[in-house]
């Protein structure tokens, strides 16, 4: 057999064959395996380690999201370690559709975006509106930063 030819197995063979070593795994927060990007309306992108549901800045985090309507499961939650978010701005674009990003902890050059600006500062760029900020903990241990993000994202979401 040659390098052209290719055998095509139906996967209830596959699963057969390789039922001891298969395992379904969980699917992640990131969609690598996928064709179409994951729709959510908000994507959020913070500096270190993965948010836990028990860290303060996750609370808060939830707490400033309900404040905006929407839930945490309409939200992508991802580290600035997080392939997809290395990979640029056109890496995210392939793996989630949404019309708006919000950074804290980092500056928007993570997404290596060709525009530059300011902390707390709506900007819009291929049809979505980008915000970066302080690091959560930050923001919410200082109430004039609280009320700059605040009005904000009441321009971000009309509220």
Not at 84 to 106: A, K, M
Not at 135 to 146: R, T
Request: a neutral charge; glycine letters at 6%.
């Amino acid at each position: 057999m040659n390098q052209q030819e290719r055998i095509f197995l139906p996967s209830v063979i596959l699963s057969g064959l390789y039922k001891d070593v298969l395992i379904a795994e969980k699917r992640t927060d990131t969609p690598a395996d996928s064709s179409s990007p994951v729709q959510v309306k908000t994507i959020v992108i913070t500096h270190g380690e993965k948010l836990k549901t028990t860290d303060r800045q996750y609370i808060f985090l939830q707490n400033i999201l309900k404040a905006c309507k929407i839930e945490l499961a309409q939200t992508a939650l991802l580290t600035d370690g997080d392939a997809v978010v290395t990979g640029g701005l056109t890496s995210l674009n392939l793996g989630y559709n949404s019309p708006v990003v919000l950074l804290f902890g980092l500056n928007p050059s993570v997404l290596s975006l060709p525009i530059h600006f300011p902390a707390f500062q709506v900007q819009t760029y291929q049809a979505c509106k980008f915000m970066w900020a302080p690091a959560l903990e930050e923001i919410e241990a200082d109430k004039s930063l609280k009320v700059t993000l605040w009005q904000c994202l009441q321009k971000i979401f009309g509220l």
